[in-house]
């Protein structure tokens, strides 16, 4: 939207293009890219065509789009989405969001997650998390900040809301609204979403029957965060969790208690072992409720996997989060859940893919261990390939 058309809207018709799950992840923009020649025999640098497709995917995202003026909608009157930014009020909640179409029949949304007190102090809001990730994403992204940051300082809020109101059942309205204006059923809701924004994922995704929320490094139980950050949600919001807990409504504190309702949403969690706030703090009394002990790799309860990792983290191993390939791993996984797939025969290769993950976390932090393990021949060989220019 140029300026001076801030009234002018582009609305997205529904497409109809189904992404049918394959028998293996795979990064198809990638298949079939030969070492062809010029007209003249000359042969072309394949690593050179292979970057120019991951930077069109990757990194060709237009910033420009999140510039332009928020067009107001009505939600309980629009019946196509906006291409952009938008807003609206649902039950009292104002949302800001962001949304691109696609040619594939998946709603990918995405809640925002903890801000700092920089972003508190100077902004911006909103932030629209994984916006860029829309030139590869095989679906539609909805990506929406969260509302309790436009009523106060509050550093992380869960998309929780007030005494009265929860602005997850606002949320869920109005992604359940965006999807069917899209022709999306349920089934085809993916939340996904880190640390804060997945807890919102996993809550909203249970209000929405058949929906599926990926969640890495959540808090599943509220109570079990930061004492901190609690201490600051009552401050700004009036809310004692751990009494809310106990004596008020459980289901928007607990995730296990809602996971024991037996709802038919579907959910995947990933999970740090090597962050204790959330493999020791969280996980593990998640899977005590649940009657289960955690294990590396992946593990299934019901309409439940849980993918236990081994990531190192600069400056904590809470904020490791996948890389943009790994994404088709875990929504490959997402989707075979969804579907009602065979995941115990993907066990083995989940577990290659952790050990892939581990290993780059512990290059990008300079692991001593890792880097040895990723050099076993040696400097030597490695000076000689400088000095031969090859």
Known sequence: ???????????????????????????????????????????????????????????????????VESVRIDYERFDRVPEGRFHTEVDGAHFECFYHASEYDYLYVVLDTMRDDGTIAHGPLPRFRKWSWSTFLKGHLLSIEDPMYFESDIA????????????????????????????????????????????????????????????????????RFLPSELTR????????????????????????????????????VIVNCRSKMDFNDQLIPFCKALGITPHYGLQQVGNLIIWVIDAHGHPHPHLTYESKTMYFAIDFLAKTLAEGGDTERLKPLYILFGEFWHEKAGLIVKDPVCISDADPIGRTLIEELKYSGR
């Open 233 to 268: 949600f009552k401050e700004c919001t009036g809310i004692d969790l751990a009494y809310e807990k106990q004596h008020g409504d459980v289901e928007r504190v607990d995730f296990a208690h809602v996971f024991s309702k037996g709802r038919s949403s579907k959910y995947l």
């Open 1 to 67: 939207m140029k300026k001076g058309q801030e009234n002018q809207v582009d609305f997205v018709q529904p497409q109809k293009k189904w992404e049918n799950n394959d028998s293996l992840p795979a990064i198809g923009f990638l298949e079939n890219i030969a070492c062809e020649c010029d007209s003249e025999g000359a042969e072309a640098d394949l690593a050179e065509t292979l970057e120019a497709c991951r930077r069109e995917r990757y990194r060709s995202a237009d910033a420009s789009s999140l510039a």
């Open 156 to 223: 992380v809020g869960w998309f929780y809301g007030t005494h009265e109101r929860d602005y997850r059942d606002a949320a869920a309205k109005l992604v359940t609204r965006v999807a069917r204006c899209l022709g999306i059923p349920n089934e085809r809701i993916i939340f996904y979403s880190i640390s804060s924004g997945g807890t919102s994922g996993l809550f909203t995704a249970a209000k929405i029957p058949g929906s599926v929320a990926i969640a890495s490094n959540p808090q599943l139980d509220l109570t």
